[in-house]
T-cell receptor, first 114, second 117 residues
Framework: AQSVTQLGSHVSVSEGALVLLRCNYS??????LFWYVQYPNQGLQLLLK??????LVKGINGFEAEFKKSETSFHLTKPSAHMSDAAEYFC????????????FGAGTILRVKS | GAVVSQHPSRVICKSGTSVKIECRSL??????MFWYRQFPKQSLMLMAT?????????EQGVEKDKFLINHASLTLSTLTVTSAHPEDSSFYIC?????????????FGDGTRLSIL
């Protein structure tokens, strides 16, 4: 069965500092991986996805993530945090063997301090 | 592109009322739509998957007769919470995907905050 672990339910960084949100997955086959962001009382917005090809994926708002098969990880990074990045971030995995459904991690709330 | 509209954004109603939530894909055809429930400070829990023109597939533990799903067209799916009770209060989110393949992302609506008094 698939599972997604996001280390750290809350992450706090200073404005301008590096953002690192961790995601590890468990899957029996090479998965497809996604990062979504959720602002309060809103749905989820796709930040980026990895399906095949280049393992370093660039997304919107300056975020990127690197798929590392050997570490079963897909950590999300941004070189310089902005106040508007404060939100909750969800890592998700899907694979054809699981009915093409998304399995979400528990989420990480990012706080950006001025 | 890939906009999903969910309506209403907030519902407050009395216990025993049935509530219908609409999910529309505005600029693409959604072969598959998904309905999630999110409890406070928790992740999304998949309730059911619906494919246009066929019956929805419910996840284990989700009552089919309680949560009625209709996916009548390639741009519209509805979730009806029948005879809602306070324990049904939650944040419900829909998503839509244009194809069957799992490498295609799901696009989410803005959610519906359901409060049952």
């Amino acid at each position: 069965a698939q599972s997604v672990t996001q280390l750290g339910s809350h992450v706090s960084v200073s404005e301008g500092a590096l953002v690192l949100l961790r995601c590890n997955y468990s899957s029996s086959v090479p998965p497809y991986l996604f990062w979504y962001v959720q602002y309060p009382n809103q749905g989820l917005q796709l930040l980026l996805k990895y399906t095949t090809g280049a393992t370093l994926v660039k997304g919107i708002n300056g975020f990127e993530a690197e798929f590392k098969k050997s570490e079963t990880s897909f950590h999300l990074t941004k070189p310089s945090a902005h106040m508007s990045d404060a939100a909750e971030y969800f890592c998700a995995v899907s694979d054809p063997g699981y009915g093409n459904k998304l399995v979400f991690g528990a989420g990480t709330i990012l706080r950006v301090k001025s | 592109g890939a906009v999903v509209s969910q309506h209403p954004s907030r519902v407050i109603c009395k216990s025993g009322t049935s509530v219908k939530i609409e999910c529309r894909s505005l600029d693409f055809q959604a072969t598959t739509m998904f309905w999630y429930r999110q409890f406070p400070k928790q992740s999304l829990m998949l309730m059911a998957t619906s494919n246009e023109g066929s019956k929805a597939t419910y996840e284990q533990g989700v009552e089919k007769d309680k949560f009625l799903i209709n996916h009548a067209s390639l741009t519209l799916s509805t979730l009806t919470v029948t005879s809602a009770h306070p324990e049904d209060s939650s944040f419900y989110i829909c998503s839509a995907r244009s194809g069957e393949r799992s490498n295609q992302p799901q696009h989410f609506g803005d959610g519906t905050r359901l409060s049952i008094l």
